[in-house]
Structures are given as structure tokens and as C-alpha cells.
């Protein structure tokens, strides 16, 4: 793995842990966390509608940014 590819891994990486803390989740366990991800998975792949939904609570999440 390239120096880059090292550091775009890693900036992924921290991307997708500030979502945790955005979420309120921080403080949750590590196993909770990630069976609540699979079991999203799992749903998101037999259910447009719930997708189209959750893309929208995310949406105005980030909207929220600066309140």
C-alpha cells in the first residue's frame, strides 16, 4: 500500500468515526455498533424505501451543522 493510499484510508477511517460521534453514539459499544451496521445492511438491501428515508434524516443532520 502506497504512503497515499495509506492516508486516504486513514482519512476514511476518521470520516466514518465522526459520524459515530454525530450520530450520539460515542459512548456505545463497539459490538452494538456494528451489529446495528450489519443489521442495517442486511435491511438496505431489500428496502429502497427505508434507504430514500434514512438518506433523508442523514441529509438534514448534516443541514444541521451550524445550529
Excluded: C, P, Q
Excluded at 25 to 45: F, M, N, P, Q
Amino acid at each position: 500500500m502506497t504512503s497515499d493510499a495509506r492516508k486516504k484510508d486513514t482519512r476514511e477511517k476518521i470520516e466514518l468515526g465522526g459520524l459515530i460521534v454525530k450520530a450520539g453514539l460515542r459512548y456505545e459499544k463497539r459490538a452494538l455498533l456494528l451489529g446495528a451496521l450489519v443489521e442495517l445492511s442486511h435491511r438496505l438491501k431489500s428496502d429502497e424505501g427505508e434507504r430514500a428515508r434514512l438518506i433523508a434524516i442523514g441529509a438534514e443532520a448534516f443541514g444541521n451543522d451550524g445550529e
